[in-house]
């Protein structure tokens, strides 16, 4: 069943999402720490797509893959600069899929602070966008 919600609902979710996820990211590099940081890109990560049907929703459109979101985002310009997107679902895939044991989340990890730079910029188009609307 599709939940139809709306961005004002969404959009704190993700900025406190957003704001866990810096917090973990800042920490030391522990094996700990580096599990809550990929665990909080995979939760931002939903967050962020939730967010974005919602925005989308409310134009008309809806989206059936996760490429498709990122793509109606860049179209919008809600990106401060080029973003690579494609490697952001891919690494997310990976995170979602992987076991604790595997380490091939290295690479992932270390993206993680671009990735929220993208989910941050994001967030503040469309907190603009939103007061934009009301």
């Known amino acids: 069943m599709?939940?139809?919600q709306s961005p004002q609902i969404i959009l704190p979710h993700l900025n406190w999402s957003l704001?866990?996820?810096k917090e973990v990211i800042e920490k030391k590099d522990t094996d700990y720490y580096?599990?809550?940081?990929l665990q909080r890109f995979r939760l931002t990560y939903?967050?962020?797509l939730k967010a974005i049907r919602a925005f989308?929703?409310?134009?008309?459109k809806?989206?059936?893959?996760d490429e498709s979101c990122?793509?109606?985002i860049e179209e919008k310009q809600w990106f401060q600069k080029k973003s690579d997107w494609i490697t952001v679902i891919q690494n997310y895939k990976k995170v979602k899929s992987i076991s604790k044991e595997e380490k091939s989340t290295d690479n992932t990890y270390k993206q993680l602070q671009n990735y929220y730079s993208l989910f941050y910029d994001m967030s503040m188009s469309m907190t603009?966008?939103?007061?934009?609307?009301l």
């Not at 580096?34 to 940081?37: C, F, M, N």
């Not at 809806?62 to 893959?65: A, G, L, M, T, V």
């Not at 603009?128 to 609307?133: A, D, I, M, R, W």
Request: aromatic content about 10%; charged content about 25%.
């Open 2 to 4: 599709a939940s139809h």
């Open 19 to 21: 704001a866990r996820l």
């Open 34 to 37: 580096r599990g809550a940081a």
């Open 46 to 48: 939903e967050v962020a």
């Open 56 to 60: 989308a929703e409310q134009e008309g």
């Open 62 to 65: 809806s989206f059936s893959s």
């Open 70 to 72: 990122f793509q109606w």
């Open 128 to 133: 603009l966008e939103l007061s934009k609307n």
